[in-house]
Nanobody, 117 residues
Framework: VQLVESGGGLVQPGGSLRLSCAAS????????IGWFRQAPGKEREGVSC??????KTYYSDSVKGRFTISREKNTVYLQMSSLKPEDTAVYYC?????????????WGQGTQVTVSS
C-alpha cells in the first residue's frame, strides 16, 4: 500500500499548481482520501478530503474557494489557485475521515509547495 505525491514547486503569489496523489496496492475508490500539509515548525493540518461513491468534498476554511479536490481512478488531485505565501508547506495525501487523517499507508515524502515572489 503506497501513496505518492507529486506536482509541487515554486510559484508566485496568486499562481496555481495541481498536485497529484497516486495510490497503489489498494483501491482508492473505496476510501475517503485527503490532502494534508505541514509548514515548518507547525503541526500537520487537514486541507481537503473527497469521499468514495458520491465524491463529496470538504475543505478547511483556509483554502475554501481556492482549492479543488478531485479523483480519477486511483489518483486524487488537488488544484490550488490564488496561492498565498501561507500555503507554503509540504503536502501529503492519505486516507481521511473528513479532513482528519486515518492513514492507510505510511506517510510518504510529500511534495513541497513554496509560494514566494
Amino acid at each position: 500500500v503506497q501513496l505518492v505525491e507529486s506536482g509541487g514547486g515554486l510559484v508566485q503569489p496568486g499562481g496555481s499548481l495541481r498536485l497529484s496523489c497516486a495510490a497503489s496496492g489498494f483501491t482508492a475508490d473505496y476510501h475517503s482520501i485527503g490532502w494534508f500539509r505541514q509548514a515548518p515548525g507547525k503541526e500537520r493540518e487537514g486541507v481537503s478530503c473527497i469521499t468514495p461513491n458520491d465524491g463529496k468534498t470538504y475543505y478547511s476554511d483556509s483554502v475554501k474557494g481556492r482549492f479543488t479536490i478531485s479523483r480519477e481512478k486511483n489518483t486524487v488531485y488537488l488544484q490550488m489557485s490564488s496561492l498565498k505565501p501561507e500555503d507554503t508547506a509540504v503536502y501529503y495525501c492519505n486516507r481521511a475521515n473528513y479532513i482528519e487523517p486515518m492513514p492507510i499507508a505510511y506517510w510518504g515524502q510529500g511534495t513541497q509547495v513554496t509560494v514566494s515572489s
